[in-house]
Structures are given as structure tokens and as C-alpha cells.
């Protein structure tokens, strides 16, 4: 994978300038593909291949398993997505701070999941899942930082619903591609070639701008590891909207980690495989239909907070279908209204958050910053979820309990919101 030179790019003190020009719609269908196949490398793994090589390797202790091993790569992510976004942050490369970043993390990633597809253990399945999680989250870092560097706040709301469409896409096409392959290594491969090639359209003219030698200044060890702290006092809003996105992500990830075996232990449903991927598509659908739409209206209405406590009470209703209506039907219901529900979240959350970032020099670290609310909630998940389950004599009660714990964590996070100041 190559890197262009950027032709035509601004200067280094444009790279820390807050955005005035809106971005076309050639980048911004770029960077959707990007995205696209980006967390089609993160989800086809964990909706189908993880699953299906631990149940293989340990089938009677398969939800404790894979809890360890999605614990274990969260914990690269948590780490992993500050620290390139830090760095990202301060590279001085002619080709633009995240260019490197992005071309570097997708080729090793990809790289990683060829080592998982020809794991022969539970232990080099921890290994190489971990790291997958840790290069991926390279992208992760440096691509999300381009819409803060280069998207107007104007228009942010309309790239982040393509954007949160794009991560739901990416759901849909990475459980399609390692559904479709036909085995575990083989769909692995196809998600390594996927990453590869979509991530290197985005290169080919991604805007991205390079810094001044003058604008990196010095490296200071203690200053660049205190960094990572980002003071809920001296940055409140900031610290709200990290536990708006944590407490969102906590009840997601506990209502969807073990879809696949609630669909086989509780509902009960001929190859479990098949139907996850059928809610996965009717929940893409149905996100399809809010993710830009909401985008857009939050842009014209200039307001932030109230689609988030919508999306929250729309998700909280999509948990609750699950705990009291554990059937097919039930379960397609709950795939609807999360879409739906989280269409509005995905378009309008990162748009708000990108309005709370502290400074400009650090967009990236303070994105993988708030990306530890994404990452630290599966490590979290299995931890709350297993004494759950564990609480109940049927998978049938222990499961309700469960979703039902989703939803009361979803809502809250939801109303968090509301303590956000400096977004209307």
C-alpha cells in the first residue's frame, strides 16, 4: 500500500486550523468505504469466526471463553486507539499526520488476521484477536481524527451519519463476508483483502495535512503520557459526553455479546448462524432509514442533546423486547427498534462529541480517549454479564435479567446528556 504525496495540500498551520471549507462528496464517500471495510475486520470476527473457532476449541465453556477473549482484545483497544492517536497527533510526515497511521494499522492488521485464521488454540485465538484489535485501532485512531481536522462543525452531523452508517455496514458486510466464505480461515482472508482495499481508496486523496517542524515541539515523556488524562473539571462537557458514550456502549455491548448463543440456548432457532446474520441485516436496514436523516436534521436545527435521549429511550425499548419477548418474532422486533434507535445515536453522538474536544493539536488522542468508552465496555460486558446469567437455574431467566439490566444502563447513559452545556 502506497502513500500519495499531497498535492496541493495546505500548510502545517492549516493541519490545527478549525475547519472552514465543506468537504466534498467524493471524500466523503471515501471515507464511508474506508470505514466500511475497516469494521468489517472488527465485526465479522466477533459476530461469527470468534464464536465459531471457541466453540470448537472449548464448547462447554464457550460464553466464559469468548468473554476472556473479547475482554483481552478491548484491553488492546483501550490502549491501543490513545496512544496511535497521540502519536498521530505529533507525526511531521510529508504525507500528513494520519495518512501513516492509517496505511500502517490496516496493512498489519490485515496481517493479523491471517495469523488468527490459522489458530490451533484458545490461547493464540486471545493472541491474535488482541492483535488484530491493536493495529486496527491505529485506522481507527487516525481516520476518525480526519473529520474534526478537515469537516466544518456545520456539516458534521451529516458526515457522521454516513459515518455511523458506515460502522453498521461494516457489521452487515463483515458477518456476510465470514458467513459466506464457507470456513473460518477462508473468511478471514476475505476480511484481510477487504481491509486492504477499501482503506486504500481513502489514501489515494484524503485530504489529510501535514504539520510544521515549529507546531510539533518538543517530546517530553511525562508531558506526553499526562496527556491522556483530560480533566473532567478543567473539560466537563468533554467528561460527559465519555460517560454518555460509556454507559450506551455498556448496555450494547451486554444486549449483543451473546446473540449468537441466546438465539441458540433460549430461542431456540434452526442454524443460529443464519439468523443472526438475518437481525444483523434487518437492523441495518432499519438504521439505514435514521443514521443520515438524523444527521442532517441535527445540522439544520443546530441541536444535539435531544436525538441522543430519543435514540437512548428507542434502545431501551429494543432491550426490553429482548428480556420479555424471547422468541423470533420478539427478536426481530428488538433488531428494528435498536436500528432505528441507534441510526439517530451513531449520526448525532459523534458529531456532539467532535464539538467537545479540548484542542485542536490533540484531536486524535482525544478521540482515542473517548474511544475508550467504546472499547472499555467489552471488557466490562462479560464481567457483569456472567453473574448475571450465573444468578438464574434456566438461560431463559438469566437472559431476560440480563437485557434487562441493558436497557436501565442504556437509558441512563442516554440522559446523561443533558449535563452537556456547550451543545444546544
Not at 510529508?94 to 490496516?106: D, M, S, T, V
Amino acid at each position: 500500500m502506497t502513500l500519495p504525496a499531497p498535492a496541493g495540500a495546505p500548510t502545517g498551520l492549516d493541519a490545527l486550523a478549525e475547519p472552514q471549507v465543506p468537504v466534498s462528496s467524493g471524500w466523503v464517500s471515501r471515507l464511508t468505504i474506508a470505514s466500511i471495510g475497516l469494521y468489517a475486520g472488527f465485526f465479522g470476527p466477533l459476530q461469527v469466526l470468534l464464536a465459531r473457532q471457541i466453540a470448537d476449541f472449548a464448547p462447554t465453556h464457550k460464553e466464559s471463553v469468548l468473554a476472556l477473549v473479547t475482554g483481552v482484545g478491548a484491553l488492546m483497544s483501550t490502549v491501543g486507539t490513545p496512544l496511535w492517536g497521540a502519536l498521530s497527533d505529533r507525526t511531521g510526515s510529508r504525507f500528513g499526520r494520519r495518512l501513516p497511521w492509517i496505511a500502517g494499522g490496516a496493512l498489519a492488521g490485515a496481517l493479523a488476521l491471517l495469523v488468527l485464521s490459522a489458530a490451533s488454540s484458545v490461547a493464540m485465538v486471545v493472541v491474535g484477536w488482541a492483535a488484530v484489535q491493536l493495529c486496527l485501532n491505529g485506522v481507527v485512531a487516525a481516520l476518525t481524527a480526519c473529520v474534526p481536522d478537515q469537516v466544518p462543525e456545520q456539516q458534521r452531523g451529516f458526515v457522521s451519519g454516513w459515518v455511523g452508517l458506515a460502522q453498521t455496514m461494516g457489521v452487515v458486510v463483515g458477518t456476510g463476508v465470514a458467513t459466506a466464505a464457507g470456513g473460518i480461515r477462508a473468511g478471514y482472508a476475505a476480511l484481510a483483502a477487504l481491509v486492504i482495499v477499501t482503506v486504500s481508496l481513502f489514501l489515494v486523496r484524503s485530504g489529510d495535512r501535514p504539520l510544521r517542524d515549529d507546531q510539533r515541539g518538543p517530546l517530553a515523556l511525562g508531558a506526553f503520557v499526562r496527556g491522556f488524562w483530560v480533566s473532567p473539571r478543567a473539560h466537563p462537557d468533554f467528561a460527559w459526553a465519555w460517560g454518555t458514550r460509556f454507559l450506551m456502549n455498556v448496555a450494547n455491548a451486554i444486549g449483543t455479546l451473546y446473540l449468537l448463543y441466546f438465539l441458540t440456548d433460549v430461542v431456540r432457532v434452526d442454524d443460529p448462524e443464519g439468523h443472526v446474520f438475518i437481525l444483523v441485516l434487518i437492523y441495518a436496514g432499519a438504521l439505514c432509514l435514521t443514521a443520515v436523516v438524523s444527521g442532517i436534521a441535527s445540522d439544520r436545527l443546530g441541536k444535539r442533546k435531544i436525538f441522543v435521549i430519543v435514540a437512548g429511550v428507542v434502545m431501551t425499548a429494543a432491550c426490553l423486547f429482548l428480556a420479555f419477548r424471547p422468541t423470533w418474532p420478539g427478536a426481530v422486533g428488538a433488531a428494528v427498534l435498536l436500528g432505528l434507535g441507534f441510526g439517530v445515536y451513531a449520526a448525532v453522538d459523534f458529531a456532539l462529541i467532535t464539538e467537545v474536544l479540548p484542542a485542536a493539536a490533540d484531536r486524535a488522542r482525544d478521540l482515542g480517549v473517548i474511544n475508550i468508552a467504546n472499547a472499555l465496555p467489552q471488557v466490562l460486558a462479560p464481567v457483569i454479564a456472567a453473574p448475571v446469567l450465573a444468578l438464574f437455574a434456566t438461560r431463559a431467566t438469566g437472559y431476560r435479567a440480563l437485557y434487562v439490566v441493558a436497557a436501565v444502563v442504556g437509558l441512563v447513559g442516554a440522559l446523561l446528556v443533558r449535563r452537556i452545556r456547550s451543545v444546544s
